[in-house]
């Protein structure tokens, strides 16, 4: 398929339509045209955010969602946008977004289908009101097998990330993009906005395995664990540390912006587990944030891990229930996966007492 002229229906058709032999076409049926309805809501929202405040959806919806936050007009508009979008063509059996506190069934006027749509509609909304780059996230299952589409439930979403079927986002910059896995790779298109196609511009998205890039909220310093401060700080120490060489930080304050630098050109991303809030699990939300960019990351060579797991493995306990997130370049995610490991055996002390630190007198000999 050639870069510049294949548009994302044709790519659809002849990834996934057009391979009756491989086994997988029963697997797959209804799938691309679920994935065109999924592009259909992304240019609405595309549009809409390209307005800006002259679309009078700026501001507070003068809401809470279910996590207790404010919701903003275009969290609502936008998540209203991807229901109207996907619920009537007879392909899905439920929804959860973000936004809403318990599952959508699709309802009973329109016709029911096999799979089931998790998204976050506008991902790292709080950049709205200064005309930063936002995004929307996807992920798309199967119900699972002899389950009743019209008995789908919470139970239903509750799956580890390795069962996605496909996944995506759509990155709202100076040009909207949507980059998409169905398992065979992971591929970028750009919105050809005067046409109104999505063209692939981006086939086989590879990340480079070393990156010395790292993106991480650095005011939650003091509330992260042992092995992400060691980590950091011997990014920090630059040349002259550990690390022989000097790294970039980079803080978009969106997931979707971050992994998208990140699929262009290497680095890591990090939301760790934090004692900031003692009773969440990490800040990302598992099911339509940590795994559908982990499905996208790791189609592209990278890796994504709690620390302590890889995130498509972990299984779900609650629709909008949260996991520390390190994910990118495949060696430095190694790196920083093998320090939790070697701090959770106790192995690490030399490096992550403060006696020890590059500033201290105490400075040991790490080249044995
Ligand atoms: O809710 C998700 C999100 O907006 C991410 O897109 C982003 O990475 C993060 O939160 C930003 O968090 P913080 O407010 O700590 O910068």
């Known amino acids: 398929m050639q870069d510049g002229r294949t548009t994302l229906s044709k790519f659809l058709i002849d990834t996934l339509d057009r391979q009756p032999s491989s086994g997988n076409a029963a697997a797959t049926a209804g799938l691309s045209a679920l994935l065109i309805d999924v592009a259909a809501a992304i240019k609405s929202i595309s549009a809409m955010l390209t307005k800006g405040s002259l679309g009078g959806n700026y501001g507070s919806a003068q809401t809470i ?63 709205i009101d200064i005309n930063g780059v936002v995004g929307s996230i996807f992920s798309v299952l199967r119900t699972p097998q002899g389950e009743a589409q019209d008995a789908v439930g919470e139970a239903a979403f509750l799956r580890p990330g390795y069962e996605q079927v496909a996944a995506g986002y759509a990155v709202y910059g100076p040009s909207t ?46 509330f992260w664990e042992p092995p992400v401060r060691r980590y950091v700080q011997e990014c920090k120490d630059g040349r ?49 944030e940590a795994n559908p960019m982990s ?25 909008h229930g949260r996991v520390p997130v390190i994910l990118g370049s495949k060696n430095e995610v190694e790196r ?23 500033r201290s007198l105490f400075l040991p000999d790490f080249s044995a």
């Open 65 to 127: 969602n279910t996590h207790g936050e404010e919701q903003k007009k275009l969290d609502v508009a936008t998540n209203e946008v991807f229901v109207q979008q996907c619920e009537w063509d007879g392909l899905l059996a439920a929804m959860v977004s973000e936004e809403m506190e318990d599952v959508y069934a699709i309802p009973s006027d329109y016709p029911r289908g096999d799979y089931l749509l998790a998204f976050d509609p506008l991902d790292g909304s709080s950049n």
């Open 177 to 222: 993009m949507l980059v998409l896995s169905v398992g065979n790779g992971t591929h970028g298109f750009t919105l050809e906005r005067d046409i109104g196609n999505f063209v692939l511009t981006h086939s086989n998205i590879r990340i480079p395995e070393d990156t010395v890039e790292f993106a991480i909220n650095a005011s939650n310093e003091r």
């Open 240 to 288: 002259t540390g550990c690390r022989e060489q000097d790294f970039n930080m980079r803080w978009i304050a969106s997931m979707v912006a971050e992994v998208h630098r990140i699929l262009m050109r290497g680095g890591v991303f990090m939301y760790p587990r934090d004692s900031k809030t003692p009773a969440m699990e990490g800040r990302l939300r598992l099911l339509y």
């Open 295 to 319: 499905f996208l990351v790791e189609q592209a060579g990278g890796l994504a891990t709690t620390g302590r797991e890889r995130i498509l493995d972990v299984r779900p306990h609650a629709l």
């Open 336 to 358: 920083i996966a093998r320090y939790h490991g070697e701090y959770d055996r106790g192995e690490d002390k030399p490096y992550t007492s403060p006696l020890f630190s590059p």
